[in-house]
């Protein structure tokens, strides 16, 4: 079986919670999830059971056929993954300076090859880096300690998001986990609309990595307007990530660390963590919110 297809929905005939599953029921629609049945043997239970645990792959990212990044992640929302990284990362400022993009398996992997803009090429080039990412880290690979702190990118004050559409918005993140109720090991990023309405998700099992595939789905759509809600922690680059994309909202399921709330305050971002319904803490700039 291809490690990565073209997008279609899997729907998982499965309540929130459950801990066995025995079947799934793919119908045609958005993007493809991964996962793979295993055989498991369970404490106190002499019969053994079929149990379904997340792909992590290889994906190197490829920069006008330079190798610039390899990072783990799910196998699906590849062509997001690579804009909302390109741009987090300040490879490209915008999605014009992506001409093109393909996703192809290679070396027990999956490559990425993008097209990019020469001005955008040539500065890559003066400023590469080769990075192997795990799961739980975003800086692997940085030539420095200089280059894991980059530059800070101050956003407008330009949004504002009403609390009474809070519980709304912490909800999407159950939706869009499709794959996390299956398997119990990914995160998850959404987009909202200033009024609650949701807008789109992606989920991966990196926190980073749905993170980026998110801010991919954001550019390609030409979302603005609105806040980012995530599953995981607020970390210092989950932070810098939204900031470089012009994000002023972030809710936060977990906690956030010292230098995230440092860099929200001087980036202008609006920082709340450990949301949960009729919870939140925020720690940066909350006259954004209405109704706190």
């Known amino acids: 079986m291809a490690l990565y297809q073209q997008p279609h929905t899997v729907v998982y005939d499965t309540p929130s919670g459950l801990d066995q599953v025995s079947s799934l029921t793919p119908t045609p629609g958005t993007a493809r999830l991964g996962a793979h049945e295993v055989t498991v043997h369970r404490l106190n239970d002499p019969v053994s059971s079929v149990d379904w645990v997340a792909e992590e792959v290889p994906v190197a990212l490829v920069y006008n056929g330079i190798s610039h990044a390899v990072m783990m992640a799910s196998p699906s929302m590849l062509e997001e993954f690579a804009l909302g990284f390109s741009l987090a990362e300040g490879i490209i400022p915008d999605a014009s300076h992506l001409y093109a993009c393909d996703v192809h398996e290679a070396c027990r992997g999956l490559e990425v090859n993008m097209t990019i803009s020469s001005e955008c090429f040539w500065k890559l080039k003066d400023r590469r880096r080769s990075m192997t990412g795990r799961t739980g880290c975003g800086i692997c ?120 709330v440092d860099l929200a305050k001087e980036c202008g971002v609006t920082l709340a963590a450990f949301c949960r319904r009729g919870r939140a803490n925020v720690y940066s700039h909350p006259e954004r919110l209405i109704g706190l």
Do not use: N
């Open 141 to 260: 690979g940085v030539e420095s300690l200089s280059e894991a702190v980059r530059e800070k990118r101050v956003v407008p004050h330009e949004q504002t998001f009403s609390m009474s559409a809070y519980p709304q918005a912490l909800s999407y993140l159950e939706e869009v986990e499709q794959l996390g109720r299956l398997t119990g090991c990914t995160h998850a990023a959404v987009w909202v609309h200033p009024d609650g309405r949701f807008a789109g998700g992606a989920e991966d099992v990196g926190r980073h990595v749905a993170l980026d595939k998110l801010l991919g789905l954001r550019a390609k759509k030409g979302w603005k307007d609105g806040a980012l809600v995530i599953s995981s922690r607020a970390s210092y680059e989950m932070v810098q990530k939204a900031a470089m994309c012009g994000i002023e909202i972030i809710f936060a399921v977990s906690a956030p660390t010292a230098l995230a």
